[in-house]
Nanobody, 125 residues
Framework: QIQLVESGGGLVQAGGSLTLSCAVSPRTTDTGVMAWFRQAPGKEREFVVAIRLISDTKSYAESVKGRFTASKGDADTTLYLQMNSLTPDDTAVYYC??????????????????WGQGTQVTVSS
């Protein structure tokens, strides 16, 4: 059973930066698709970015394009989300998700069977 553990959330002022991490264990393959989603208070969970591990191709939501950068760590055991130029609209619980098998860069939550517990990001104005 794959476990995902997010970290790095916190409180930051508008215009600031934050980097989230998602640790994957155990890691038995170098394929798969990983993603970040977020859920703001009173809103539906929404797609942020997906990354295909074997090719390092990525797809970003329009709302974060140019400000957020997803990357994978060594041995594909960690996924990072570098967030710059943060605004109060980025305030949300951020979730890491994973599909073990290779596939498309899906924005659908149901595509990813494994999820972390989430980490809170709060951006003050």
């Amino acid at each position: 059973q794959i476990q995902l553990v997010e970290s790095g959330g916190g409180l930051v002022q508008a215009g600031g930066s934050l980097t989230l991490s998602c640790a994957v264990s155990p890691r038995t393959t170098d394929t798969g698709v990983m993603a970040w989603f977020r859920q703001a208070p009173g809103k539906e969970r929404e797609f942020v970015v997906a990354i295909r591990l074997i090719s390092d191709t990525k797809s970003y939501a329009e709302s974060v394009k140019g400000r957020f950068t997803a990357s994978k760590g060594d041995a594909d055991t960690t996924l990072y989300l570098q967030m710059n130029s943060l605004t109060p609209d980025d305030t949300a619980v951020y979730y890491c998700a994973m599909r073990e098998r290779d596939g498309i860069l899906s924005i659908r939550q149901s595509y990813y069977p494994f999820w972390g517990q989430g980490t809170q990001v709060t951006v003050s104005s």
